[in-house]
C-alpha cells in the first residue's frame, strides 16, 4: 500500500473507534507478536525517547505514528516500568497539536531537576511548501504523573552555518549548568553535533560545535547522546550517508560511538578515538541512554532501521524496542550487557554439557520460539562452532564463530521472511581467541546476541514460521566442548504491548 502524506499526516483524533479497535486486532493476530520486547500496539514504533528513572519507576517513551506502519505523524507514546522487566503501556504522552510541533514531536531526551521530569524535544513543523522548520521544545511531568508543554519553544531558530536538519537534543547537567547536545547538519551538507548551555533549561545558549576528528562522515548525525563512564567521555551518534570502506559500514544505516576524554565544555573539543559500531546486526538504530538510582548507565535502542519494510507491515505494526542494556567501558570500549533483571523472565531450565565431535547435535528440551540460551564454547580445536535457531528442514538463523578467521557471524539468509535483502543477509565481527560465549535471548520475531559478555552484540529482526523452533549446536572439522543453559521465557506485561492487552490510547 502507498500511502499519501494526507494519510500519512492523519491524526488519531481523527480516527473512529472502531478503526483504532479493528487495526489493533489485526495487529494482535499478527503471528510475529513479541512475547518480552516492548512494541506498539498499532502503527509504527521508532526511536526510544525520555527514557529515564524518576519517582520511583522507569520511564520511556518511544516515537509512534498510530494509524500505520509507516513514518508519519509522531507521537510520544509512554510506558513505565518498577523493575525494567514488566513494562505497563500509559498512552500518549505527547501529542503534535501546537504550532510549534504541527508535524510531528520529534526525539528528545529527559532529565529530573526541582522533583519535575523535564523533556526536551524536537517540535517539527512544515511550511506551505512542505519546507521543514525545527523548534527545541520543552514539557514536563509532575510526581502525579501530569505532563504539560511549555507553550513555546525553548530554542527558536536554527544557528547559523546549520541546516534545518537539526534535532534531537539531549540533555545532562554539570554542576549548576544544563548542557544539551543536538544532531546538526553543516550548509556544507556533513554531519556534527552542536551544544547548548542553560542555567534553568529554559534560556538556552549556542555554544558551538563538538570538535571532533570526523570532519566529514556523513551528512546528518542523528540522535547524539553524550555521558561519561569511568573518567572517559562517551558521544553515541547514527551518521546518515556513511560511505561503505571494505567490511565497515556497509548495511543501510549506521549506529556507534566515539570514546575518549572528557569533552571540553569550554572549547567543545572532544579527543577520541576512532567510530565504532554499537551493534553488528541488522536492526538497530537511534539508542538512548539514561543514568538510574543504581548509578547505572542503561541503554535501549530501536529495533529496526528507517526506510525499510518489514514483514509485519501487512499486519498495521513495525518494530520494536531492544532489551535494556548495562553499559560499561573496558579499555575505551563499551561493553553492553542485558540488565539483571531480564533474570525475573527465567523459568524452567535445562543444562547440558558435551563435546562435539565434527557434528551436528540437539538435545532435549532446546526449542522454542521465546527463550534466552547461553552457550559457551572451549577447548576449542574445531575451525568453525556455533548454533542454529529457529530452525526446521527449510528454516534457520546461524550464529558462528571462525576460529582460523578469528570472526563471528550471524547469517540469516534462511531465516524465513528476510527484510531488506539487497542490503545482504550475513554479518561479521572480529573476535579474537579460542573460546567464544554466545548469550541469546530469542523472541517471536527477533535476535538479541551478547558474544563474551557483551563484547560485541548482534540485533537483528527474524521471521520465521511458528513451527521453526529448533536448536541445533555444530562444530566443524575438530572438537569443541559445549556447556549450555536455555531458559523459557515468561510474557513481559499485562497492559498492552507484548501481552497484547486492551487498548490503551489515551488522548
Given at each position: 500500500?502507498?500511502?499519501?502524506?494526507?494519510?500519512?499526516?492523519?491524526?488519531?483524533?481523527?480516527?473512529?473507534?472502531?478503526?483504532?479497535?479493528?487495526?489493533?486486532?489485526?495487529?494482535?493476530?499478527?503471528?510475529?507478536?513479541?512475547?518480552?520486547?516492548?512494541?506498539?500496539?498499532?502503527?509504527?514504533?521508532?526511536?526510544?525517547?525520555?527514557?529515564?528513572?524518576?519517582?520511583?519507576?522507569?520511564?520511556?517513551?518511544?516515537?509512534?505514528?498510530?494509524?500505520?506502519?509507516?513514518?508519519?505523524?509522531?507521537?510520544?507514546?509512554?510506558?513505565?516500568?518498577?523493575?525494567?522487566?514488566?513494562?505497563?503501556?500509559?498512552?500518549?504522552?505527547?501529542?503534535?497539536?501546537?504550532?510549534?510541533?504541527?508535524?510531528?514531536?520529534?526525539?528528545?531526551?529527559?532529565?529530573?531537576?526541582?522533583?519535575t521530569l523535564y523533556f526536551m524535544y524536537t517540535g517539527n513543523t512544515r511550511d506551505e511548501n512542505w519546507v521543514r522548520h525545527p523548534y527545541q521544545c520543552l514539557a514536563f511531568m509532575d510526581e502525579n504523573g501530569q505532563i504539560k508543554k511549555l507553550q513555546a519553544p525553548v530554542i527558536h531558530e536554527v544557528p547559523k552555518g546549520y541546516t534545518d536538519h537539526f534535532r534531537d537534543p539531549k540533555v545532562w547537567k554539570v554542576h549548576d549548568t544544563f548542557y544539551a547536545v543536538i544532531g546538526a547538519q553543516r550548509e556544507n551538507e556533513t554531519g556534527c553535533a552542536v551544544l547548548y548551555s542553560s542555567p534553568d533549561l529554559m534560556h538556552w545558549?549556542?555554544?558551538?560545535?563538538?570538535?571532533?576528528?570526523?570532519?566529514?562522515?556523513?551528512?546528518?548525525?542523528?540522535?547524539?547522546?553524550?555521558?561519561?563512564?569511568?573518567?572517559?567521555?562517551?558521544?553515541?551518534?547514527?551518521?546518515?550517508?556513511?560511505?561503505?570502506?571494505?567490511?565497515?559500514?556497509?548495511?543501510?544505516?549506521?549506529?556507534?560511538?566515539?570514546?575518549?576524554?572528557?569533552?571540553?565544555?569550554?572549547?567543545?573539543?572532544?579527543?577520541?578515538?576512532?567510530?565504532?559500531?554499537?551493534?553488528?546486526?541488522?536492526?538497530?538504530?537511534?539508542?538512548?541512554?539514561?543514568?538510574?538510582?543504581?548509578?547505572?548507565?542503561?541503554?535501549?535502542?530501536?529495533?529496526?532501521?528507517?526506510?525499510?519494510?518489514?514483514?509485519?507491515?501487512?499486519?498495521?505494526?513495525?518494530?520494536?524496542?531492544?532489551?535494556?542494556?548495562?553499559?560499561?567501558?573496558?579499555?575505551?570500549?563499551?561493553?553492553?550487557?542485558?540488565?539483571?533483571?531480564?533474570?525475573?523472565?527465567?523459568?524452567?531450565?535445562?543444562?547440558?554439557?558435551?563435546?562435539?565431535?565434527?557434528?551436528?547435535?540437539?538435545?532435549?528440551?532446546?526449542?522454542?520460539?521465546?527463550?534466552?540460551?547461553?552457550?559457551?564454547?572451549?577447548?576449542?580445536?574445531?575451525?568453525?562452532?556455533?548454533?542454529?535457531?529457529?530452525?526446521?528442514?527449510?528454516?534457520?538463523?546461524?550464529?558462528?564463530?571462525?576460529?582460523?578467521?578469528?570472526?563471528?557471524?550471524?547469517?540469516?539468509?534462511?531465516?524465513?521472511?528476510?527484510?531488506?535483502?539487497?542490503?545482504?543477509?550475513?554479518?561479521?565481527?572480529?573476535?579474537?581467541?579460542?573460546?567464544?560465549?554466545?548469550?541469546?535471548?530469542?523472541?517471536?520475531?527477533?535476535?538479541?546476541?551478547?558474544?563474551?559478555?557483551?563484547?560485541?552484540?548482534?540485533?537483528?529482526?527474524?521471521?520465521?514460521?511458528?513451527?521453526?523452533?529448533?536448536?541445533?549446536?555444530?562444530?566443524?572439522?575438530?572438537?569443541?566442548?559445549?556447556?549450555?543453559?536455555?531458559?523459557?521465557?515468561?510474557?513481559?506485561?499485562?497492559?498492552?504491548?507484548?501481552?497484547?492487552?486492551?487498548?490503551?490510547?489515551?488522548?
Amino acid at each position: 500500500m502507498e500511502w499519501t502524506r494526507e494519510q500519512r499526516y492523519r491524526r488519531i483524533e481523527e480516527a473512529t473507534i472502531e478503526e483504532l479497535t479493528a487495526l489493533q486486532e489485526k495487529v494482535n493476530n499478527s503471528r510475529w507478536r513479541q512475547k518480552y520486547h516492548i512494541q506498539p500496539v498499532t502503527g509504527l514504533l521508532n526511536d526510544p525517547n525520555g527514557f529515564s528513572y524518576f519517582n520511583g519507576e522507569y520511564h520511556l517513551f518511544y516515537q509512534w505514528f498510530p494509524l500505520g506502519p509507516v513514518h508519519g505523524l509522531k507521537y510520544w507514546y509512554y510506558t513505565k516500568s518498577s523493575d525494567l522487566v514488566h513494562w505497563q503501556n500509559v498512552g500518549i504522552a505527547l501529542q503534535p497539536d501546537d504550532y510549534f510541533d504541527s508535524h510531528g514531536v520529534y526525539s528528545g531526551s529527559a532529565i529530573v531537576h526541582n522533583q519535575t521530569l523535564y523533556f526536551m524535544y524536537t517540535g517539527n513543523t512544515r511550511d506551505e511548501n512542505w519546507v521543514r522548520h525545527p523548534y527545541q521544545c520543552l514539557a514536563f511531568m509532575d510526581e502525579n504523573g501530569q505532563i504539560k508543554k511549555l507553550q513555546a519553544p525553548v530554542i527558536h531558530e536554527v544557528p547559523k552555518g546549520y541546516t534545518d536538519h537539526f534535532r534531537d537534543p539531549k540533555v545532562w547537567k554539570v554542576h549548576d549548568t544544563f548542557y544539551a547536545v543536538i544532531g546538526a547538519q553543516r550548509e556544507n551538507e556533513t554531519g556534527c553535533a552542536v551544544l547548548y548551555s542553560s542555567p534553568d533549561l529554559m534560556h538556552w545558549t549556542f555554544e558551538g560545535e563538538i570538535h571532533t576528528r570526523l570532519q566529514h562522515f556523513g551528512f546528518m548525525w542523528e540522535c547524539p547522546d553524550y555521558f561519561e563512564l569511568d573518567g572517559n567521555g562517551v558521544l553515541i551518534f547514527c551518521p546518515q550517508g556513511v560511505v561503505p570502506a571494505g567490511e565497515q559500514f556497509q548495511y543501510v544505516h549506521q549506529s556507534g560511538y566515539i570514546a575518549g576524554n572528557r569533552l571540553d565544555l569550554k572549547t567543545k573539543i572532544f579527543e577520541h578515538g576512532e567510530f565504532v559500531k554499537l551493534d553488528r546486526g541488522f536492526d538497530f538504530y537511534a539508542p538512548q541512554t539514561t543514568i538510574d538510582h543504581k548509578g547505572r548507565r542503561l541503554l535501549v535502542g530501536w529495533m529496526g532501521l528507517p526506510d525499510i519494510p518489514y514483514p509485519t507491515d501487512q499486519d498495521g505494526w513495525a518494530h520494536c524496542l531492544t532489551l535494556p542494556r548495562e553499559l560499561t567501558i573496558q579499555n575505551g570500549k563499551l561493553i553492553q550487557r542485558p540488565v539483571k533483571e531480564l533474570e525475573a523472565l527465567r523459568q524452567d531450565a535445562v543444562h547440558v554439557k558435551d563435546t562435539l565431535h565434527n557434528e551436528q547435535k540437539r538435545y532435549d528440551g532446546f526449542n522454542g520460539t521465546c527463550y534466552e540460551l547461553i552457550c559457551e564454547f572451549t577447548n576449542m580445536e574445531a575451525e568453525e562452532v556455533g548454533i542454529e535457531f529457529r530452525s526446521s528442514d527449510e528454516e534457520k538463523t546461524v550464529i558462528s564463530y571462525n576460529r582460523h578467521k578469528q570472526k563471528v557471524t550471524l547469517d540469516r539468509t534462511y531465516s524465513g521472511e528476510v527484510p531488506a535483502k539487497k542490503y545482504g543477509t550475513t554479518s561479521t565481527c572480529r573476535v579474537e581467541g579460542n573460546a567464544v560465549k554466545l548469550h541469546l535471548f530469542v523472541d517471536t520475531s527477533s535476535v538479541e546476541i551478547f558474544i563474551n559478555d557483551g563484547m560485541e552484540v548482534f540485533t537483528s529482526r527474524i521471521f520465521p514460521s511458528p513451527e521453526s523452533t529448533k536448536i541445533c549446536f555444530f562444530a566443524r572439522n575438530g572438537n569443541v566442548s559445549l556447556d549450555t543453559t536455555i531458559y523459557h521465557l515468561t510474557a513481559m506485561q499485562k497492559n498492552g504491548g507484548a501481552d497484547d492487552g486492551p487498548l490503551v490510547f489515551h488522548w
